[in-house]
């Protein structure tokens, strides 16, 4: 009886706090989800370095570390320890352009950054401003494409072939998503494989994710080899790539938000309204919408008869003479 009660209890408060407890597991998976990569890297990079000593008797780890930072030093100003020559296209116009591009789609890549001072102030100000245009400028062209793209579709076939909506926006969904992994992943990762010389199709389809997703992590960046052809085209061409690669992928995540079965997915992790709230809004709502309406209408007429031109009224008792008459 007593155990009968008590899991009674415990499915009635579950039931209770159901949203509150769906939101635990989400930030408790999120939280396992961000288990960090950098201790592993940490102990490759320190059996690297031991390895490296002790093949080197002659080396010490004083001297190791001076060259190590002094090559990490110099690779923020584009110069490579791994070619004779460094390039002079650092902050060219085009190299310019695609930082600018990388900066503000939040994608920043990290291979080129400001170092002095002035240009970091500029960089400060310049993301102030240009990261939220740039987010009113995507979320207005995603709100006119997604219109033709998915909802105006999904309409057409509901209304003139008397489809499912829900079926319908599934099956335009899965279609969609399927053109875009085609046109800006496989296809452009076999583009890139093809220019660059050290990428195979997993790198590129690689680099691909990284930026599309604006994880951009820097170790894979187009166009920065020495020998590269026709640079500045290039550079170009990644830099239009990018912002209509980052427009089809706001289409398509706000095609399958739209999708009736992940609304009511996210409804579970949402904080449920009182109900004494929702019954005082509709309240107020029904005395806006009725009330307000009824006294602009008695307010027109009053506006209307007192513009109206005056003209003489005969009393009642003239018109009662004449009739006797």
């Given at each position: 009886m007593l155990q009968s009660l008590?899991?009674?209890?415990?499915?009635?408060?579950?039931?209770?706090?159901?949203?509150?407890?769906?939101?635990?597991?989400?930030?408790?998976?999120?939280?396992?989800?961000?288990?960090?990569y950098e201790d592993l890297l940490r102990q490759e990079l320190g059996k690297l370095k031991q390895r490296c000593l002790g093949e080197h008797a002659?080396?010490?780890?004083?001297?190791?570390?001076?060259?190590?930072?002094?090559?990490l030093?110099?690779?923020?100003?584009?110069?490579?320890?791994?070619?004779?020559?460094?390039?002079?296209?650092?902050?060219?116009?085009?190299?310019?352009?695609?930082?600018?591009?990388?900066?503000?789609?939040?994608?920043?890549?990290?291979?080129?950054?400001p170092l002095s001072d002035g240009g970091k102030a500029f960089c400060i100000i310049y993301s102030v401003i240009g990261i939220p245009f740039t987010l009113l400028f995507l979320t207005a062209v995603v709100q006119r494409v997604i219109v033709y793209v998915t909802r105006r579709p999904v309409l057409?076939?509901?209304?003139?072939?008397?489809?499912?909506?829900?079926?319908?926006?599934?099956?335009?969904a899965i279609v969609l998503g399927f053109i875009t992994v085609s046109c800006f992943f496989l296809i452009p990762a076999a583009i890139f494989s093809v220019l660059?010389?050290?990428?195979n199709f997993l790198e590129s389809f690689y680099f691909?994710?990284?930026?599309?997703?604006?994880?951009?992590?820097?170790?894979y960046?187009?166009?920065?080899?020495?020998?590269?052809?026709?640079?500045?085209?290039?550079?170009?061409?990644?830099?239009?790539?990018?912002?209509?690669?980052?427009?089809?992928?706001?289409?398509?995540?706000?095609?399958?938000?739209?999708?009736?079965?992940?609304?009511?997915?996210?409804?579970l992790f949402y904080v449920k309204k009182d109900k004494e709230e929702d019954q005082e809004h509709i309240?107020?709502?029904?005395?806006?919408?009725?009330?307000?309406?009824?006294?602009?209408?008695a307010s027109m007429k009053d506006d209307q008869k007192a513009n109206e031109p005056f003209v003489t009224s005969q009393s009642p008792t003239s018109n009662d003479s004449s009739l006797n008459n």
């Open positions: 008590a899991g009674s209890s415990c499915v009635r408060l579950v039931e209770q706090h159901r949203s509150a407890w769906c939101f635990a597991l989400l930030v408790l998976g999120y939280l396992l989800y961000l288990v960090p002659c080396l010490s780890e004083q001297q190791l570390e001076q060259f190590l930072m002094r090559v030093e110099a690779s923020n100003y584009g110069v490579s320890v791994l070619s004779n020559a460094s390039g002079n296209w650092n902050w060219d116009f085009t190299s310019s352009l695609f930082f600018a591009s990388t900066v503000l789609s939040t994608t920043g890549y990290g291979h080129t950054v057409y076939f509901h209304i003139r072939w008397g489809f499912s909506k829900q079926i319908v926006s599934i099956i335009h660059e010389d050290d990428w691909c994710f990284i930026s599309l997703s604006t994880i951009g992590l820097g170790d960046v187009p166009g920065e080899g020495y020998n590269q052809k026709f640079r500045e085209l290039y550079k170009i061409g990644i830099t239009c790539y990018l912002l209509l690669g980052l427009i089809a992928m706001l289409v398509v995540l706000e095609t399958f938000c739209e999708l009736h079965e992940l609304k009511k997915f996210r409804k309240m107020e709502h029904d005395q806006l919408s009725f009330s307000s309406i009824s006294d602009q209408a």
